[in-house]
């Protein structure tokens, strides 16, 4: 068991390009896929089979341009990721008040 991850670029600089591109992230989303970012969708694959018949459904719905992967990782691999939002990263980055940084300060 494990999770298909399915990362993309595709052209947004014509107004068809950008249709299409809607178009394919629309078709993943009905397909079952889950938004991890805007480019980045990731599918639960309880068996090979399934892998494989997520990607045959992936090259019939993808457009003819840009750049598609496909990545397959294990349900360990899934559970042992680390997800870093933007509101934690500026929270570590601020010093609390109440932070005792008074004698590394006074070395500088």
């Given at each position: 068991?494990?999770?298909?991850i ?5 052209p ?27 480019s ?15 990607i ?53």
């Open positions: 068991m494990g999770w298909l399915v990362l993309f670029d595709l947004t600089d014509t107004k068809e390009e950008r249709r299409e591109a809607a178009r394919f992230r629309h078709a993943l989303l009905d397909s079952g896929f889950l938004m991890l970012q805007y980045v969708y990731a599918k639960n694959a309880i068996s090979t089979e399934k892998k494989d018949s997520a045959h459904n992936l090259k019939i719905i993808s457009p003819t341009t840009g750049n598609i992967q496909c990545f397959f990782i294990t349900d360990a691999q899934w559970k042992a990721s680390i997800t870093i939002s933007a509101a934690e990263a500026k929270k570590r980055r601020q010093i609390n008040k109440d932070d005792n940084l008074g004698e590394q300060l006074q070395f500088w």
